[in-house]
């Protein structure tokens, strides 16, 4: 079992920047980056495998979204550029041991493990 927690969630201005942080209290775990926004579902961003360090990332998200590990920290981060109003959402960490693949990282249904979430707001 792996205890998650996110930061960095804030109340930006349009075309700005933030870097979320997800702590974890073990390694060894596949490790992604999910957001929902009122009213829709889950949606998938961007994973890390554990076994290998292979990253995957929603395609049309790939340029404004970045995910990164400090393996040394057990710490996921989330970079996220150029903020709009439609990336308004609670942004979620979550992780599982065989979570990030290809076929299935986008899948809320494949991670196990998360954390409560860290909102951002986009508005001017």
């Known amino acids: 079992q792996v205890q998650l927690v996110e930061s960095g969630g804030a109340l930006v201005q349009p075309g700005g920047s933030l870097r979320l942080s997800c702590v974890a209290s073990?390694?060894?775990?596949?490790m992604g980056w999910f957001r929902q926004a009122p009213g829709k579902e889950r949606e998938g961003i961007s994973c890390i495998s554990a076994r290998d360090g292979l990253r995957w990332t929603v395609p049309d998200m790939m340029d404004r979204f970045t995910l990164s590990k400090d393996a040394a920290k057990s710490t996921v981060y989330l970079q996220i550029d150029n903020l709009g109003p439609s990336d308004t959402a609670t942004y979620y960490c979550?992780?599982?041991?065989?979570?990030?693949?290809?076929?299935?990282?986008?899948?809320?249904?494949?991670?196990?493990?998360w954390g409560r979430g860290t909102q951002i707001t986009v508005s001017s």
């Open positions: 979550a992780a599982d041991l065989f979570g990030c693949q290809r076929h299935s990282y986008t899948d809320y249904r494949a991670f196990r493990y």
């Open positions: 073990a390694d060894h775990y596949d």
